[in-house]
């Protein structure tokens, strides 16, 4: 650990990690930008995620897992289900089709992972947890918002062709 002699040390110091954590953050949200093609999936999204993802550069895991959660409440209420709970958010969007069975296994995971991290349990969250939820929620986004578009074009096209998709 490092020991300075006088305060005002210190306080260089915690600055310094203070601008080196906004970088990282800053870094963060444009990488995911532009991994989730930011003109298809809703900037609101793009903004939790890359809260999740800050909060695992830090080694902040639990908080990691909370900001998922976080994310997939946001997702709920942008798909227009933010009335209830997020467990019953989950299975209307399941029923009414608009998010695969498999999806929605993976989303009650991330919703209880959340969970474990936003209430007490006495066990740290592991941080291949952490990592498995930002990656779990990227795919989902990626999948709604990314791959469902391509493929709307796709059979659009071939439609237009006089082909099926």
């Known amino acids: 650990m490092w020991s300075y002699p006088a305060c005002v040390a210190s306080g260089i110091v915690l600055a310094a990690i203070t601008q080196w954590v906004w970088l990282r953050a800053s870094h963060a949200r444009r990488a995911l930008n532009r991994t989730l093609r930011q003109r298809s999936v809703p900037q609101e ?3 939790e995620l890359a809260d999740a993802r800050t909060c695992y550069n830090a080694r902040a ?3 990691t897992v909370v900001m998922v959660r976080r994310t997939l409440e ?3 209420a942008i798909e227009g289900y933010d009335d209830q709970p997020l467990y019953t958010s989950l299975r209307a ?3 009414d089709g ?4 498999m999806f929605c296994k ?3 995971s991330l919703r209880v992972l959340g969970n474990e991290g936003a209430h007490f349990t006495g066990k740290p969250v592991k941080r291949a947890d952490a990592s498995a939820a930002l990656e779990l929620a ?3 986004l990626e999948y709604r918002y990314v791959l469902e578009a391509q493929y709307e074009k796709f059979a659009q ?3 237009e062709d006089g082909m099926t998709a």
Not at 98 to 101: K, N
Request: proline share 4%; hydrophobic share 50%; with cysteine.
């Open 45 to 47: 999204l793009l903004r």
């Open 61 to 63: 895991y639990t908080a």
């Open 74 to 76: 946001a997702f709920c």
């Open 93 to 95: 969007l399941e029923e």
């Open 98 to 101: 608009r998010l695969s069975p």
């Open 106 to 108: 993976w989303a009650h």
């Open 138 to 140: 990227r795919a989902l």
């Open 157 to 159: 096209r071939r439609l």
